[in-house]
């Protein structure tokens, strides 16, 4: 019996196949198909995300995290990157901290 996947997955995932006995079939992606790829894992992510709560949406929040981090990787970037850029629009345009719906805007 075998099932079907096609999807990325972590690096250690095949070897954790392997250690129930099992056999990961795998191919190595280029850097375009990887992201092509990394923005379907994140998409699948953002649902598991929406979908969990407590512990578990910690969960799916670092699987997001570690998504973002290769996929800045790919730019030429770190993480560390994305995060400052993320202070830096913090600083400029504020965080969600206060909560605030923007229900419209007036013209005068």
Do not use: W
């Not at 795998?26 to 969990?52: P, Q, R, W």
């Not at 699987?63 to 790919?74: C, F, T």
């Amino acid at each position: 019996m075998e099932r079907v996947y096609n999807k990325l997955v972590r690096d250690n995932i095949p070897s954790i196949i392997e250690s129930k006995g099992e056999i990961p079939v795998t191919t190595i992606l280029d850097d375009s198909t990887f992201k092509v790829e990394l923005e379907k894992k994140l998409n699948e992510e953002y649902h598991e995300v929406l979908e969990a709560s407590g512990d578990d949406r910690i969960e799916e929040l670092a699987d997001m995290l570690e998504i973002i981090r290769a996929l800045a990787k790919l730019e030429g970037r770190t993480l560390q990157d994305v995060i400052d850029c993320a202070d830096k629009k913090n600083e400029k345009r504020g965080a969600f901290e206060e909560k605030i719906f923007l229900e419209k805007v007036i013209e005068q």
